[in-house]
């Protein structure tokens, strides 16, 4: 039997997305940040789960000349609509330093 997909022909998945977050910002402008991030999933028809903030981190090697940053962990539902929409905002985002998304195996 093949497995249907939801109408309109988008599959949904599962996926666990890791960004982190510029370690300067106030704490008001790190929510803020936050929330734009998550903005740019729930418009683009992903559902949002679990998130975890791990705070702020160092890293194991300086990323852009920066020695730390705000960790930040959700688990989403979500397609490649929205998956590639954040990518390509994530990317041009200052604020932002690193982001991967995985597919969820829970």
């Known amino acids: ?3 249907r ?3 309109g022909g988008k599959s949904m998945k599962k996926y666990e997305l890791m960004y982190i977050v510029k ?3 106030d704490e008001e402008t790190r ?3 936050i929330e734009k991030l998550h903005g740019i999933l729930t418009s683009n028809g992903a559902k949002l789960g679990e998130v975890k903030e ?3 981190r160092a890293f194991a090697y300086p990323i852009n ?3 730390k940053g705000y960790y ?3 688990k989403l539902t979500a397609n490649d609509a929205a998956l590639n929409e954040f990518s390509r ?3 041009i985002n200052p604020n932002v330093v690193r982001h991967l998304f995985t597919v969820d195996q829970d």
């Open 1 to 3: 039997m093949l497995a």
């Open 5 to 7: 997909r939801p109408k």
């Open 23 to 25: 370690d300067g910002l």
């Open 31 to 33: 929510k803020a940040e």
């Open 54 to 56: 791990w705070g702020l």
């Open 65 to 67: 000349k920066q020695v």
């Open 72 to 74: 930040v962990v959700l």
């Open 89 to 91: 905002l994530a990317k």
